[in-house]
């Protein structure tokens, strides 16, 4: 069971200066017991004395411990626990990618760390069944984009008129989130 995804592309900028403030964000979003997925059931574990956790440990996002809040101690490191892999240069994460697996609850990951994410990043996801989804930052927040392809598909990345689309919806949203539109990733 589950439903299989990978990142078929990926132009993805997190700075080193803004690490601290993506992982107190990451941090924050386990105290979200209404987003997560994974569970014990009956709701019975006690939270250990110890333990300094925003989490639940009766509740957890998929795939993730319930307390890596405390375990985590990078926004690399939570990333990585939620199936995320990356690449660092001098200026900070240049790389990130989801490979072949189950799909978790990444988007809740990427939304986390998108007031810190570079504008004009984006990653794009394929899943088992071919379906294509994006996501474009604009250095605020992430918007869900619909994939479109051409038949030859050699290389991969969104159009400027993509982006600016996205900058668009993203302000419609923030007046009216209600509608609900996507734009369009044009891949080449």
């Given at each position: 069971?589950?439903?299989?995804?990978?990142t078929?592309?990926s132009?993805?900028?997190?700075?080193?200066?803004?690490?601290?403030?993506?992982?107190?964000?990451?941090?924050?979003l386990?105290?979200?017991?209404?987003?997560?997925?994974?569970?014990?059931?009956?709701?019975?574990?006690?939270?250990?004395?110890?333990?300094?956790?925003?989490?639940?440990?009766?509740?957890?996002?998929?795939?993730?411990?319930?307390?890596?809040?405390?375990?985590?101690?990078s926004?690399?490191?939570?990333?990585?626990?939620?199936?995320?892999?990356?690449?660092?240069d001098?200026?900070?994460?240049?790389?990130?990618?989801?490979?072949?697996?189950?799909?978790?609850?990444?988007e809740?990951?990427?939304?986390?760390?998108?007031?810190?994410?570079?504008?004009?990043?984006?990653?794009?996801?394929?899943?088992e069944?071919?379906?294509?989804?994006?996501?474009?930052?604009?250095?605020?927040?992430?918007?869900?984009?619909?994939?479109?392809?051409s038949?030859?598909?050699?290389?991969?990345?969104?159009?400027?008129?993509?982006?600016?689309?996205?900058?668009?919806?993203a302000?419609?949203?923030?007046?009216?989130?209600?509608?609900?539109?996507?734009?369009?990733?044009?891949?080449?």
């Open positions: 069971m589950g439903y299989y995804v990978e078929i592309e132009d993805f900028r997190l700075s080193r200066e803004n690490y601290d403030a993506a992982f107190q964000s990451l941090c924050e386990n105290a979200r017991d209404d987003l997560k997925t994974g569970g014990h059931y009956p709701s019975n574990l006690k939270r250990p004395d110890s333990s300094q956790s925003r989490g639940n440990p009766n509740k957890w996002f998929a795939w993730m411990d319930w307390n890596y809040d405390e375990t985590c101690h926004v690399t490191e939570v990333l990585r626990e939620a199936g995320f892999e990356l690449e660092e001098e200026r900070g994460i240049c790389e990130l990618w989801y490979p072949y697996q189950k799909s978790g609850q990444e809740f990951f990427l939304g986390a760390v998108a007031p810190y994410v570079e504008a004009g990043s984006r990653i794009v996801f394929e899943g069944d071919d379906c294509r989804w994006g996501y474009l930052f604009d250095g605020s927040r992430m918007v869900e984009c619909d994939v479109s392809f038949l030859a598909p050699s290389s991969y990345q969104t159009t400027p008129a993509a982006h600016a689309e996205a900058a668009k919806v302000s419609e949203r923030n007046e009216n989130p209600a509608e609900g539109k996507r734009p369009a990733i044009a891949i080449k």
